[in-house]
């Protein structure tokens, strides 16, 4: 059984940086194709990085944000730099997908972590 824990999150204030991590158990990361997502209150999760065969970000996180694998510690990361207000929200790890779905669309993914809160302020 796929478990993801996130840590990291944290009240900043913009322009400034976070790195999100997710420690995995129950599989090797480098097997995995996986994701992060956030959620803001009274919105839909959207997709903000994935890394499988290669990375996609969302318009919003590029030249921003980095995803990358540790692979002997089984964890994935989100290093987030120059932060904006909009980046607040709840950031989730996600792991293995339906292949034939869109990456940044949650339904498309089968195992999640609990999140960890991100808030930026002006």
């Known amino acids: 059984q796929v478990q993801l824990v996130e840590s990291g999150g944290g009240s900043v204030q913009a322009g400034g940086s976070l790195l999100l991590s997710c420690v995995v158990s129950?599989?090797?990361?480098?097997?995995?194709?996986m994701a992060w997502f956030r959620q803001a209150p009274g919105e839909e999760r959207e997709g903000v990085a994935m890394i499988q065969f290669s990375m996609q970000f969302a318009d919003s996180a590029k030249g921003r944000f980095r995803i990358y694998k540790d692979n002997i510690n089984d964890t994935l990361y989100l290093q987030m730099d120059n932060l904006k207000v909009e980046d607040t929200g709840m950031y989730y790890c996600?792991?293995?997908?339906?292949?034939?779905?869109?990456?940044?669309?949650?339904?498309?993914?089968?195992?999640w972590g609990q999140g960890t809160q991100v808030t930026v302020s002006s």
């Open positions: 129950g599989f090797y990361v480098r097997r995995l194709a």
């Open positions: 996600a792991a293995v997908r339906n292949n034939a779905a869109s990456w940044n669309v949650s339904a498309g993914w089968f195992h």
